[in-house]
């Protein structure tokens, strides 16, 4: 009795857990993407409006992402969802994706990022920054998560203060000469344009985390009640502060300068605050991919650890040292990020990103579906849990999802086909670690 109230002792609240949501969320992309965005998009009102249709796509997600964990709340995410739900191919899929793609790729993606903001600053290469960015924080997070945890925990209050400042005095203390909201046809052909549905892989990686969130399940009290608030208000939270981050950058900046660029923060910095305050902003934001970095690298090896539960030729991966650290799983990580610093360029990295990882979040949001008809017979009606506005609210995801996908294979061939490849890769891993998992059973039963 006493254990369990203990237990419960350390679970953490509604407001905590919103707090988790929103410090998994805001990172790299919404200091990066909208230089990518009018590249393609020649319209204010399209491009915010670009990320308000994200943000409720994204709640529509992470609502039903809920469901799949207050009724599954082992840790690994899509893997395990998509194990029971699907096939154990389909888990292990997810699994290998989230490996090289969900957690290696974004921190290739955040460190070139932390590359560009410093370099605003020192004049230094962009890829020794990234590089040296990933080997120290990967050095101390094989000493244990409290101590990368504590970096990121002031990494992320860094994060927050910074958004609210950059928003309240670039819309308060700064007037604009050149912007102007309207919706006219030239708004609307904006909008149907392909090059739109492109646009929001960009913004998809800025609020992605969203679905990371919901690996709490298991530590949270009362979550068939407080976890899906916590992802609701949580992911609200960040569209807001999005949507008036990006108003503030469109306000003081003209849509051509921004075009292309990675430093949004920098150049909106510059006209927000002047030189040596726009220097302050990229070291500040700096800071805060710092965060993002570290996040990953602490989230990515666990996800390693329960497959490696399953799978017995992956164990040897999960193997934790002295300091509780599953050390190859980080070092593995790690390594796989910085040959994509060295190999690819950070809009492919980010379409690379968006394509792959996508594929999996419309399969575990179709899941739902599936889930609840296997489960019909065995879930009380009252007391657990269910998707707020089913079946429209998966629907809406999946369609939006879709349809980004679609324009996406088409217009960024080639990394939807890296994405494809990765993808086919990981069905043939899983082929030989099940083969090798058969002759390991093999082996004892004959012992």
């Not at 419960?8 to 230089?35: D, H, P, Q, R, Y």
Request: net charge positive.
């Amino acid at each position: 009795m006493e254990e369990g109230a203990n237990k419960e002792k350390n679970k953490i609240g509604l407001i905590s857990a919103i707090c988790v949501v929103v410090a998994s969320m805001i990172g790299t992309g919404v200091f990066t993407g909208l230089g990518f965005q009018a590249a393609g998009v020649k319209s204010v009102s399209a491009l915010l409006l670009l990320w308000l249709i994200s943000g409720v796509v994204t709640i529509c997600g992470a609502l039903t992402y809920a469901e799949l964990a207050t009724h599954m709340p082992r840790s690994g995410g899509e893997y395990h969802y998509l194990s029971k739900i699907y096939h154990p191919l389909v888990g292990f899929m997810s699994g290998w994706i989230s490996l090289t793609v969900g957690f290696a790729a974004p921190i290739a993606v955040s460190a070139m990022a932390f590359g560009f903001y410093i370099s605003k600053v020192y004049q230094m290469d962009n890829e020794i920054l990234a590089t040296g960015l990933i080997i120290v924080l990967t050095v101390l997070n094989l000493f244990g998560l409290k101590t990368g945890s504590r970096i990121h925990n002031l990494a992320t209050i860094f994060n927050v203060v910074l958004v609210a400042v950059f928003i309240y005095v670039g819309c308060f203390f700064v007037e604009s000469k050149h912007f102007e909201v309207t919706f006219d046809q030239q708004d609307f052909n904006a909008i149907i344009d392909p090059a739109f549905a492109v646009s929001l892989i960009y913004a998809s990686f800025a609020y992605s985390g969203w679905n990371s969130a919901a690996y709490i399940a298991g530590e949270v009290k009362e979550p068939t009640r407080n976890l899906p608030r916590a992802l609701f208000f949580g992911t609200l939270i960040v569209l807001v502060l999005y949507v008036l981050l990006n108003f503030v950058f469109l306000y003081n900046v003209p849509l051509e300068e921004l075009a292309g660029r990675v430093e949004i923060g920098f150049i909106a910095g510059i006209r927000v605050f002047g030189r040596l305050g726009g220097k302050l902003v990229a070291l500040l934001i700096s800071v805060g991919l710092i965060a993002s970095v570290n996040a990953l690298i602490i989230t990515g090896p666990r996800l390693t650890q329960t497959m490696g539960e399953d799978y017995p030729a992956l164990q040897k991966i999960s193997v934790s040292n002295r300091f509780k650290s599953p050390w190859l799983a980080i070092l593995l990580q790690s390594f796989i990020a910085l040959i994509l610093i060295y190999t690819s360029t950070f809009e492919s990295a980010i379409t690379y990103i968006g394509f792959t990882i996508n594929l999996f979040s419309i399969l575990t949001v179709a899941g739902v579906f599936i889930f609840r008809f296997k489960t019909k017979n065995k879930i009380g009606d009252k007391k657990e849990y269910k998707t707020w506005g089913y079946p429209l609210v998966p629907i809406i995801f999946i369609a939006q999802q879709c349809w980004m996908l679609f324009y996406l294979g088409k217009e960024k061939s080639g990394a939807s086909l890296a994405g494809v490849i990765t993808v086919a890769i990981g069905v043939l891993l899983y082929f030989i670690v099940n083969r090798k998992n058969h002759q390991k059973k093999e082996a004892i039963e004959i012992f």
